[in-house]
């Protein structure tokens, strides 16, 4: 059975700094993987999907990384702003149409 | 275009009753993916439809859970005799199949059930 763990739970940190959130799964014959962004009593915000082939995707000020034979994948944050305080959650799923599965995210606090 | 959309936003019931859920997936998307999602847990698979039938319902939790998606486009989710431990809030997803984007899933709001 797939289980996906993203620590620590939470996170704080200073306006400016950069950061990473780790994620880890533990059946690395994963499809894809996708990085979410929740903000509170919301729905998900799809960040980046990154493909069992590929290392890594990047949009603006986010990069995620992924190393399937290793179980692992980083959310790297540049530059953090209030604005990124959120939840992340990482899911992955086995097959094209399959079914997501979740970690329990990183509650991110960016302080001014 | 308009994103996925959930009705109600909230609902409020009486432990025993009867709710139904509603999910509108993005127009044309062909897959659609109903999650419920605990206070401080990641969202938890409950079934998949491609098309009109349910691809894989593995994630229900019961037999009081039943969906439908009887045109291929809107799903209803359906709870029979309510319990408290039912409340949470249930996500709906949609996602197009063979797209460039590798079948994306896209989230509506949800809809926050409580049971009383």
């Known amino acids: 059975k797939q289980e996906v763990t993203q620590i620590p739970a939470a996170l704080s940190v200073p306006e400016g700094e950069n950061l990473v959130l780790n994620c880890s799964f533990t059946?690395?014959?994963?499809?894809?993987l996708q990085w979410f962004r929740q903000d509170p009593g919301k729905g998900l915000t799809s960040l980046l999907l990154?493909?069992?082939?590929?290392r890594e995707q990047t949009s603006g000020r986010l990069n995620a990384s992924l190393d399937k034979s290793s179980g692992r994948s980083t959310l790297y944050i540049a530059a953090s702003q209030p604005g990124d305080s959120a939840t992340y959650l990482c899911?992955?799923?086995?097959?094209?149409?399959?079914?997501?599965?979740f970690g329990k995210g990183i509650t991110l606090s960016v302080r001014p | 275009g308009a994103g996925v959309s959930q009705t109600p936003s909230n609902k409020v019931t009486e432990k025993g009753k009867y709710v139904e859920l509603r999910c509108d997936p993005i127009?044309?998307?062909?897959?659609l993916y109903w999650y419920r999602q605990s206070l401080g847990q990641g969202p938890e698979f409950l079934i998949y439809?491609?098309?009109?039938?349910?691809?894989?319902d593995s994630g229900l939790p019961n037999d009081r859970f039943f969906a439908v998606r009887p045109e291929g486009s809107v799903s209803t989710l359906k709870i029979q005799r309510t319990e408290r431990g039912d409340s949470a809030v249930y996500l709906c997803?949609?996602?197009?199949?063979?797209?460039?984007?590798?079948?994306?899933?896209?989230f509506g709001p949800g809809t926050r059930l409580t049971v009383l």
């Open positions: 127009s044309g998307h062909t897959a």
């Open positions: 899911a992955v799923r086995v097959g094209a149409n399959s079914k997501l599965t």
């Open positions: 990154i493909q069992s082939s590929q």
């Open positions: 059946d690395s014959a994963i499809y894809n």
């Open positions: 439809f491609q098309g009109t039938g349910a691809a894989d």
């Open positions: 997803a949609s996602s197009s199949v063979g797209g460039a984007v590798g079948n994306e899933q896209f």
